[in-house]
């Protein structure tokens, strides 16, 4: 009489194995490490071949990163294709989840696959957005993404949802990464770049939340505040895509705007912007992705520790760390991942914050075909 219920145990064990197994990628059965680590975007590295034993592939492997991008430093000047597609197949083999492999890729100026390592030709955004014709935008659209899906690359930081209010502008007008100075011709434009994206299955991240067409100067280099530059129709093209269904993915700028946020947080790290403005004013609740934390405008202002805690505590789900910095500046993946456990245990970061992040984050994964 107790083998039969022997055998109904263990197949219910077995049942059960396998329901874990299924579960393997929800917040309810993974561990707090694991969901921190997929918060986590770093840079690949000083290297343009492969090497099993960069300190990368370990941190992917022991769950502290998320994603990785590229740059161009990461180009070999021959065979440069199938080199890179190494490193990133390499990369992928190390980890369950798999990564976000991102890069920027606008066109024109702003554009690492170039031609002098035997990619197509780009354009500006502000070429096409000139030029104002949709079938010429989808092709340098689909020319783009097609590139990406052949080297394994998933994400695109693009494209740039900047209203040109500033032509002058150092980091946006001054460098044609901007469609136009008018709303509605960089919604068409955007939303055609994403769609020609989502044909091969990469995610287009627009940028930079809440509009930096305005601003005088580079965050990059600093502080850069736009309170009094900055319109409200900058927010116009991000409500129109998000309203069409389009926007899977957002990054955040690190502008100062006292419109926004009487405080002059940055907007990565102003829950005023990112939870008040672009969660519940425009209803946006998917990935949001901060620009490169080691911008002067965050870290020449902020301390590495505070700054990752204001932007989680704001709502961003993905930290980037692009570690373009000299030596003595890099902070490794498993630096991050230990500062944020350490904000978690001691409380000043809820779980459940955590937990947020992470279902955003492996919604979108599953919606890209990884999971």
Request: hydrophobic letters at 35%.
């Given at each position: 009489m107790k083998k039969p219920f022997l055998v109904l145990f263990l197949i219910t064990l077995l049942i059960h194995?396998?329901?874990?197994?299924?579960?393997?990628?929800?917040?309810?059965?993974?561990?707090?490490?694991?969901?921190?680590?997929?918060?986590?975007?770093?840079?690949?590295?000083?290297?343009?071949?492969?090497?099993?034993?960069?300190?990368?592939?370990?941190?992917?492997?022991?769950?502290?990163?998320?994603?990785?991008?590229?740059?161009?430093?990461?180009?070999?000047?021959?065979?440069?294709?199938?080199?890179?597609?190494?490193?990133?197949?390499?990369?992928?083999?190390?980890?369950?989840?798999?990564?976000?492999?991102?890069?920027?890729?606008?066109?024109?100026?702003?554009?690492?696959?170039?031609?002098?390592?035997?990619?197509?030709?780009?354009?500006?955004?502000?070429?096409?957005?000139?030029?104002?014709?949709?079938?010429?935008?989808?092709?340098?659209?689909?020319?783009?993404?097609?590139?990406?899906?052949?080297?394994?690359?998933?994400?695109?930081?693009?494209?740039?949802?900047?209203?040109?209010?500033?032509?002058?502008?150092?980091?946006?007008?001054?460098?044609?990464?901007?469609?136009?100075?008018?709303?509605?011709?960089?919604?068409?434009?955007?939303?055609i770049v994403i769609d020609a994206h989502d044909l091969f299955g990469i995610t287009a991240v627009v940028k930079h939340f809440p509009g930096h067409g305005s601003s005088k100067t580079d965050s990059h280099l600093g502080l850069t505040d736009v309170s009094s530059t900055w319109r409200f129709e900058e927010l116009k093209p991000y409500k129109m895509l998000l309203d069409s269904g389009k926007v899977k993915a957002v990054m955040s700028a690190h502008i100062v705007n006292e419109v926004l946020d009487d405080r002059k947080l940055p907007a990565t790290l102003s829950d005023k912007v990112i939870k008040n403005v672009l969660r519940d004013f425009l209803h946006y609740d998917g990935v949001v992705i901060s620009d490169d934390m080691q911008m002067r405008a965050i870290s020449a202002e902020y301390g590495l520790k505070e700054a990752i805690k204001?932007?989680?505590?704001?709502?961003?789900?993905?930290?980037?760390?692009?570690?373009?910095?000299?030596?003595?500046?890099?902070?490794?993946?498993?630096?991050?991942?230990?500062?944020?456990?350490e904000f978690v245990k001691s409380g000043a970061i809820p779980v459940e914050r955590i937990q947020q992040s992470y279902k955003r984050i492996i919604e979108l994964k599953k919606e890209m075909g990884l999971l």
């Open positions: 194995s396998d329901l874990i197994g299924q579960k393997k990628y929800s917040d309810e059965v993974d561990s707090l490490d694991l969901m921190i680590g997929q918060m986590i975007l770093t840079g690949l590295g000083d290297f343009n071949e492969l090497d099993p034993n960069e300190s990368v592939f370990q941190s992917i492997r022991d769950g502290e990163v998320g994603g990785l991008i590229l740059f161009s430093k990461n180009l070999s000047n021959t065979e440069t294709e199938d080199r890179l597609k190494t490193i990133i197949d390499h990369a992928q083999s190390q980890t369950d989840i798999p990564l976000f492999i991102s890069i920027d890729e606008e066109g024109g100026r702003v554009n690492r696959l170039k031609p002098k390592y035997g990619f197509q030709k780009s354009v500006s955004a502000q070429y096409l957005g000139e030029l104002d014709n949709p079938d010429s935008t989808e092709h340098y659209g689909e020319q783009t993404a097609a590139m990406l899906y052949r080297l394994g690359i998933n994400m695109n930081f693009a494209p740039v949802l900047d209203v040109n209010l500033n032509l002058d502008n150092p980091v946006i007008g001054k460098v044609e990464r901007s469609f136009s100075p008018n709303p509605e011709k960089v919604a068409e434009h955007a939303g204001m932007a989680i505590l704001a709502d961003v789900d993905i930290l980037l760390f692009a570690n373009n910095v000299p030596d003595y500046e890099l902070v490794t993946a498993h630096q991050i991942h230990q500062i944020i456990s």
